[in-house]
């Protein structure tokens, strides 16, 4: 879900560029970085930086994780947010 909110963002002109040295401190803060799939790592620190998501609590990112349907409207309207602000 992140990598297809962090595509659609940048389809509006709404992304940013994060190097690795940015990734490894936005992903820093949660025990359960090592579970992102590597080829979702820069999606989803795009994602943080944005304020698109903001993970399962301040230590955890769930990646593996099933979105219930109050966290995918929250996706959705952080987009939106970002798009029109």
């Known amino acids: ?3 297809l909110i962090t595509r659609a963002a940048s389809i509006k002109n709404k992304s940013t560029f994060v190097d690795s040295l940015e990734m490894k401190s ?3 803060p949660f025990k359960d970085k090592d579970l992102i799939s590597d080829w979702a790592k820069t999606d989803v620190s795009v ?3 944005l304020g698109l998501v903001h993970g399962m609590s301040p230590d955890k990112f769930a990646p593996e994780g099933t979105a219930t349907r109050a966290q995918a409207t929250t996706v959705m ?3 939106y947010e970002a798009i029109y602000e």
Do not use: D, G, I
């Open 26 to 28: 936005l992903l820093a």
């Open 47 to 49: 994602a943080l930086k």
């Open 77 to 79: 309207y952080n987009l």
């Open 1 to 3: 879900m992140v990598v």
